[in-house]
């Protein structure tokens, strides 16, 4: 199971990983500013991506909080709404060879 404290009001944000009744793993990261729409969607289908490629469970949680984490930090918003993950902002840096 994973909690993560992402509506507290710290400047960190916490995420516990727990299996068999006891705490495996702590992650944590630094509180954006601003509301975000979609964060705990892309956490949850980047863990399941990492699942489906056979990673272990600490760093299945581990590269999919940091993926999400990168996603929010190149967030952008739209008018004055909530902030919109930028799943893809990875790609900036790709170039297709010629």
Known sequence: ML????HERTQQVVSRLYAEMRLVECLTFERLE?????????????IA????????????????????????KNAR???????????????RSFRIPT
């Open 3 to 6: 909690l993560t404290e992402t």
């Open 34 to 46: 601003g509301i975000y729409h979609g964060s705990g969607c892309t956490l949850a289908s980047a």
């Open 49 to 72: 991506a990492r699942i489906a490629h056979g990673l272990e469970s600490v760093a299945v949680i581990f590269q999919a909080e940091k993926y999400t984490f990168e996603t929010l």
């Open 77 to 91: 918003q739209m008018g004055k709404g909530q902030f919109l993950l930028h799943r893809l902002y990875w790609a």
